[in-house]
Each structure stands twice: as structure tokens, then as C-alpha cells.
């Protein structure tokens, strides 16, 4: 079955970078999202890579996915106290109509 | 362009009530989904639906119903609520599954006491 992995808190300061990772099982997926949830609110999509790239990057975003390992990370380049948030890995697999979220990482950005 | 609409944002039942989350979106898409949220669990899908007259159920589908008469409307119903069924729930729409963007709802807070 499909699974996906994350640690559930990070803790960084203002201006530091930070790393969130992932693991899936799926190793169909085609197409890997990671989604922002302030508080109070509903998802927000901040990206996502196809199965076929190693490496996304969009402003302060960075994406790596280690197909091999099936490991994804997001890297928020010069973390500010706005980007305090849960931060959510999916995952779609071949076929499927299921996106599959991990349980979710929450971002604290100490000023 | 109001994207995808939950309501109500609160809710309290009884339980044993029955109620009816609405969800409406204006994007014409196609594919609506329902998700429950719960502390250190994630997002689990209820139901979805590929298309009007279509549904099907996901992975926590038990207590609930849902229809698609139309595109724009996906409801979930609660038909007897139990505690259990306390939680966040969201509605999600997209133009179709796979590479394309999932849009949420704002979600619905409902607390069965």
C-alpha cells in the first residue's frame, strides 16, 4: 500500500534555511506535491515535481526527490516568521484517484 | 472566482444527528474530494467523485454518504454522528487527478458531543 513519512516538528530560526523531509513507498508515483496549511485554513499548494526530475526550484523553494530512495525534501531558502505553517508531503501513484498525505510537518520559526 | 466553498465553518451535533457539509465549487472541474483531518493522522480521504453521477469511496468511508448531482456540488453527509466523527474536514476540487493542482476549501470544524 502507499505510505508516506514525515517528521512531525522543525524548529529554525529567522533568515536559517529549512529542510523538511519525506518518504513514500509508492515507487509508481508519478507526481509528488507539497502543500502549506496556515492556521485556521485549508491547503495551499506550493509545488510539486514529476517523477522523471531530481531537482525544482522556484524563488525560495527548492525541491529534491531521491527516486531511488524514495525520499523528498523541501527547502525554504531564508526562513521567515510568515512561512510558519504545516507543511504537508503527497503523493499520487499511477493510476490512482488518491492523493496520499503524510502526516505533516510543523514549521516554527523563532524570530 | 470564489474557488471551493465549505459550510458551515462550525458545527456542533449531538450524537445521533444527522447533517449535511455542503461543498460548491466554480472552476468546472471535475474531480471533488472529502477529507477528514485529525491530530497527528493527516489528511484521510472520505469519499471523491470523478463526475456528476459518479462517486466512490476512499479510505475512511464509514458513517458518511455522499452524492454529485451536479459538478459544482459535492455533499457529505453524516448520517447518525458519533464522537468519532469529531474533526476538520475538507473539501478538495481539481480539473482531474494526476499532474494538476489540488484546490481546498477552508474546512469545517465539527465537534460531535
Known amino acids: 500500500g502507499e505510505d508516506v513519512e514525515q517528521s512531525l516538528f522543525l524548529s529554525v530560526r529567522e533568515g536559517d534555511s529549512s529542510v523538511i523531509n519525506c518518504t513514500y513507498t509508492d515507487s509508481s508515483s508519478t507526481y509528488l506535491y507539497w502543500y502549506k496549511q496556515e492556521p485556521g485554513a485549508g491547503l495551499q499548494l506550493l509545488t510539486y515535481i514529476f517523477s522523471n526530475m531530481d531537482m525544482k526550484q522556484d524563488q525560495r523553494l527548492t525541491v529534491l526527490l531521491n527516486k531511488k530512495d524514495k525520499h523528498l525534501s523541501l527547502r525554504i531558502a531564508d526562513t521567515q516568521t510568515g512561512d510558519s505553517a504545516i507543511y504537508f508531503c503527497?503523493?499520487?501513484?499511477?493510476?490512482?484517484?488518491?492523493?496520499?498525505f503524510g502526516k505533516g510537518t510543523k514549521l516554527s520559526v523563532i524570530p | 472566482n470564489a474557488g471551493v466553498t465549505q459550510t458551515p465553518k462550525f458545527q456542533v451535533l449531538k450524537t445521533g444527528q444527522s447533517m449535511t457539509l455542503q461543498c460548491a465549487q466554480d472552476m468546472n472541474h471535475e474531480y471533488m474530494s472529502w477529507y477528514r483531518q485529525d491530530p497527528g493522522m493527516g489528511l484521510r480521504l472520505i469519499h471523491y467523485s470523478v463526475g456528476a453521477g459518479i462517486t466512490d469511496q476512499g479510505e475512511v468511508p464509514n458513517g458518511y454518504n455522499v452524492s454529485r448531482s451536479t459538478t459544482e456540488d459535492f455533499p457529505l453527509r453524516l448520517l447518525s454522528a458519533a464522537p468519532s466523527q469529531t474533526s476538520v474536514y475538507f473539501c478538495?476540487?481539481?480539473?482531474?487527478?494526476?499532474?494538476?493542482?489540488?484546490?481546498f476549501g477552508q474546512g469545517t470544524r465539527l465537534t460531535v458531543v
Open positions: 478538495a476540487s481539481s480539473y482531474t487527478t494526476g499532474n494538476t493542482e489540488a484546490f
Open positions: 503527497a503523493e499520487y501513484g499511477a493510476g490512482s484517484y488518491q492523493l496520499t
